[in-house]
């Protein structure tokens, strides 16, 4: 591990973000009596829009057989549905239902408010030109970069 990078600005402003984000999102998985696990799997399912269930196994590093109760627990939460794939009629599509949706739109709600938030409370500490770096890196010609 590098001192370098463990010392640098960027890494103390993104950990205190992420440590911000992190700690908001405990409290909605507990309130919502969803796993870390599930919010990922949702936040998979958001991103692609349409996935299967080892796509979602892979991403997670989760077994086959623990993805599908985690889906069929979302499921039942009427956060995720089930379709059959018309180019494969035993897998599975998995997309987010308008409940799932409105969930997503609601943590992104949160999710920005707490990096507002946390932005004006540090930004005396770290330069807006760290800050434009860090954009400039997750973005290019307006298109996200996928990390």
Known sequence: MSNKIINSP???FTRILFSKV???????????????????ALHIIDRDK?????DISNKLNLSMSATSRMIDELVKKELIQRKEDQD???AK????TPAGETFMNNLSV???????????TIADKIP???LKIISGKLFKNNKEVKL
């Open 10 to 12: 960027i890494e103390r």
């Open 22 to 40: 992190i700690e908001r999102l405990a409290v909605v998985v507990s309130e919502e009596h969803l796993s870390f696990s599930q919010v990922a």
């Open 50 to 54: 349409t996935v299967n269930v080892n």
């Open 88 to 90: 494969n009629r035993r």
């Open 93 to 96: 599509i998995i997309s987010l």
């Open 110 to 120: 949160e999710r920005v408010k707490i990096i507002e938030l946390s932005a004006s």
């Open 128 to 130: 807006l030109k760290i």
